[in-house]
């Protein structure tokens, strides 16, 4: 045993800190939601040229590890914790209405895979609402500050119009899908 393995948590528990919590608690479900989508957005941004849209995606890590943060607060309440702000909800908010200005977007679904970066984006935007989702049960047993599951349901749409900003950029034409 060493630093990449210890060989505690075979037997189900995780160890954090010196508590020990089930693998299948509802907190650690959601850290590990949580690390799956930024590990995800370290994939998108690793085959992305475009510098804006790595800063963008740099800034939404950042911010998933003020929400993991505050989701391992809930072990560790002795502890100060960082706070999810309305002012960096109403930034995004602000990003995507200037997205729907430039782009226009169509209403409907769309069939992924047009686009290398936006499907990318599209699998990213999937993953953001499992996170959502598992938060959300989080959310039932212990209370989290409001600003975290705004922040979550937001970040799915602005993902979304990530996507679809780089379709246009590109002019790439996306199927909608058929229904047959």
């Not at 109403?90 to 200005?101: L, S």
């Not at 936006?118 to 609402?129: C, E, G, K, N, Q």
Request: proline fraction near 4%; glycine fraction near 4%.
């Amino acid at each position: 045993m060493g630093f990449f393995y210890t060989g505690k948590g075979d037997k189900g528990v995780s160890n954090v800190g010196t508590k020990k919590v089930p693998k299948d608690s509802p907190i650690i479900e959601a850290l590990g939601d949580c690390d799956e989508l930024n590990s995800l957005l370290g994939v998108v941004r690793s085959s992305v040229a475009d510098r804006e849209l790595n800063r963008k995606l740099v800034s939404v890590q950042e911010n998933l590890f003020i929400i993991q943060a505050r989701i391992a607060w809930l072990m560790f309440p002795e502890h100060d914790s960082p706070q999810m702000t309305e002012e960096k909800i109403r930034a995004m908010e602000k990003e995507i209405e200037k997205m729907e200005e430039e782009i226009a977007p169509e209403r409907g679904f769309i069939i992924p895979g047009e686009n290398t970066t936006a499907s990318w984006l599209d699998f990213t935007r999937a993953v953001s609402r499992r996170v959502e989702r598992s938060v959300v049960k989080v959310n039932k047993e212990h209370k989290l500050p409001e600003e975290l599951l705004t922040y979550l349901n937001r970040l799915s749409s602005y993902l979304y119009a990530l996507a679809r900003l780089e379709i246009s950029r590109t002019k790439t034409k996306e199927k909608k899908p058929t229904y047959k």
